[in-house]
């Protein structure tokens, strides 16, 4: 059984910097891709950005260029780092793992409040 972790959320002030962990743990496989999805008050939950296990990523056009996703030295961990925060990237993030036989699973989402 796959268990999620993530932790890093808080408040910072517009131009600040956060970063999260995201941990998958359990899992007999390393992951097929790992990614950040965030959901803000009264919008859908949308993808932030996703790394692939051989280290492809990709981010929505919204976030190039201030956050960037790596991955930690520990199997199945992912790391989002936020630099330029602005108050629209107030929302949960949300950290999803994917395996090619263990299937797809979620973590119970972080809060980030950017605002001064």
């Known amino acids: 059984q796959v268990h999620m972790v993530e932790s890093g959320g808080g408040l910072v002030q517009p131009g600040g910097s956060l970063r999260l962990s995201c941990e998958a743990s359990g899992s007999t496989f390393s992951f097929n891709t790992m990614a950040w999805y965030r959901q803000a008050p009264g919008k859908q939950r949308e993808l932030v950005t996703i790394?692939?296990?051989?280290?492809?990523?990709n981010y929505a056009d919204a976030v190039k260029g201030r956050f960037t996703i790596s991955r930690g030295n520990a199997k199945n961990t992912v790391y989002l780092q936020m630099n330029s925060l602005k108050p629209e990237d107030t929302a949960v993030y949300y950290c999803?793992?994917?395996?090619?036989?263990?299937?797809?699973?979620w973590g119970q989402g972080t809060q980030v409040t950017v605002s001064s």
């Open positions: 790394i692939t296990s051989r280290g492809m990523t």
């Open positions: 999803n793992a994917d395996f090619i036989i263990e299937g797809n699973y």
